[in-house]
């Protein structure tokens, strides 16, 4: 299995369950893995054949400044679906985190992985 990785992209969005969070945008940080084979891009050079990491930050990112979810989970749940059914991924890895949610730590977050390897 080939995998196509995106590290480190910075969002802000309306995020959280407290009251001033749902007034403020936040910052959030999402890592993906996304499977997907490469031969034929590989083969032929040919951007048309790969998956277009520029365009899968675009819609992750406008799809994230656009939510307004209060838990990372229903946001890391929306992501993988969105990117399976969008970007024709069959399996991936979603990393959301939450840089200084918590005093003392540099951040929070969750991790799922969906689909078949």
Not at 52 to 72: A, F, G, H, T
Request: proline fraction near 3%; aromatic fraction near 6%; glycine fraction near 6%.
């Amino acid at each position: 299995m080939d995998i196509v990785y995106i590290r480190d992209l910075e969002v802000k969005t309306v995020i959280g369950v407290y009251d001033w969070e749902r007034e403020i945008r936040q910052p959030v940080t999402v890592d993906l893995d996304l499977a997907h084979d490469i031969r034929q891009g590989a083969a032929t050079d040919d951007v048309a054949h790969v998956l277009d990491y520029k365009q899968v930050c675009l819609r992750v990112s406008d799809y994230i400044e656009r939510s307004r979810c209060k838990l990372l989970e229903t946001l890391a749940e929306e992501l993988a679906a969105l990117l399976m059914r969008e970007f024709g991924v069959p399996w991936l890895r979603v990393k959301i985190g939450k840089p200084a949610a918590l005093t003392g730590a540099k951040a929070v977050g969750v991790i799922i992985e969906r689909g078949q390897r």
